[in-house]
């Protein structure tokens, strides 16, 4: 199988190393503006596998012609948002799979626009939510799913980060979608994988730069906490979560999870892994068999974007509450 990559920065680096690990896969070719440089691609906020460019690797400043190319079987999207819908749309009228770097889109209405083209061409279509893949996420879901979502009371999500002044684009709103749809959607699609739909949101400013804290209230009382953003930029990156429930707690902080039952706290376990080749291997299977990516199902994808505007729209209404639509 022979996947094209369109963007090589922070992201594309990333997803570059971990295509490069995956059996039966090669990377035939990278779009980028500028050729990629000896030292590998720009570093971000984490330090992600990531290196220089295998000169086996084709590389074209023009994306156009990787997505064109009858050759290459899927293509993976680390652009800056604005661009995404233009380039998913002329892949899938190429007959490629797709794999995209969250958020879908910049609006619901390209999302809506794109789950419906990608029903329409039979290909495989995922957004690369990566929590979904990282352990203390993937058994958080399996915490809430045991003790049973009507028994957790409570819950916080938190990921900051400084300023990202390494990045051209990401602090351009018009580009990115800002920090809650670019930063916060990680954690909001986590909300919504766990508990499901909120019935109502609310959210304010909490730092200088961009950043919120949101409240969404479900049935039965359950309150959930999302907050975060891009601080000064001195800030280092930080991302954490608490879930109580009746007679038990987890706790994910300072990349240590805890688990507290019957008063006692002990540390989970985490297995070292790669959750970037998780998700891409995760993606090429769907591909193969021809299944939908149930895992990371596209429509979910769009509902964080849904989510991260009605955020928005209340934070810059001074915290109005609003209902979940």
């Known amino acids: 199988m022979k996947i094209g990559l369109i963007g090589y920065g ?15 896969v090669t990377l035939a070719a990278v779009a980028s503006r500028t050729r990629p440089s000896e030292d590998g691609p720009v570093r971000g906020n984490l330090d992600l596998k990531a290196g220089p460019l295998p000169d086996s690797v084709h590389w074209t400043p023009e994306w156009q012609e990787i997505v064109d190319d009858p050759t290459i079987d899927a293509i993976d999207i680390c652009l800056p948002t604005h661009l995404h819908k233009q380039v998913i749309e ?3 009228a190429n007959g490629k799979h797709v794999l995209c770097e969250k958020p879908m889109a910049l609006t619901p209405a390209d999302c809506a626009e794109l789950l419906a083209l990608a029903e329409k061409s039979g290909r495989t279509f995922m957004i690369a939510q990566v929590l979904r893949w990282m352990f203390p996420y993937q058994y958080a879901f399996e915490f809430v799913r045991t003790v049973g979502r009507e028994d957790v009371t409570a819950c916080t999500l938190q990921r900051s980060t400084g300023y990202p002044q390494w990045s051209q684009w990401l602090g351009k709103r018009e580009v990115s979608g800002g920090a809650v749809l670019d930063l916060l ?29 949101a409240s969404m209230n479900y049935s039965g009382g359950l309150h959930v906490v ?16 608490t879930i109580e429930a ?3 707690k987890l706790t994910f902080a300072d990349g240590k999870l805890h688990l507290t039952r019957n008063g006692e706290t002990h540390e989970v376990e985490q297995p070292e892994q790669d959750a970037y080749f998780d998700e891409i291997a995760y993606f090429v299977q769907c591909c193969r068999k021809a299944e939908l990516p149930t895992m990371c199902l596209p429509a979910e994808s769009a509902k964080a974007v849904q989510l991260a505007l009605l955020l928005e729209q209340s934070r810059d209404e001074n915290g109005r509450e609003l209902s979940w639509q």
Request: proline fraction near 5%; charge should be negative; charged fraction near 15%.
């Open 10 to 24: 922070f992201m594309g680096g990333a997803h570059a190393a971990a295509i490069g690990q995956i059996p039966g």
């Open 90 to 92: 002329r892949a899938f």
């Open 185 to 213: 959607s990680h954690d909001l699609d986590q909300a919504l994988q766990w508990f499901g739909n909120p019935m109502t949101v609310s959210a304010i400013s909490i730092g200088e730069v961009d950043t919120m804290r």
């Open 226 to 241: 999302v907050e975060g953003g891009w601080m000064q930029p001195e800030v280092a990156f930080s991302a954490s979560f």
């Open 246 to 248: 009746k007679d038990s």
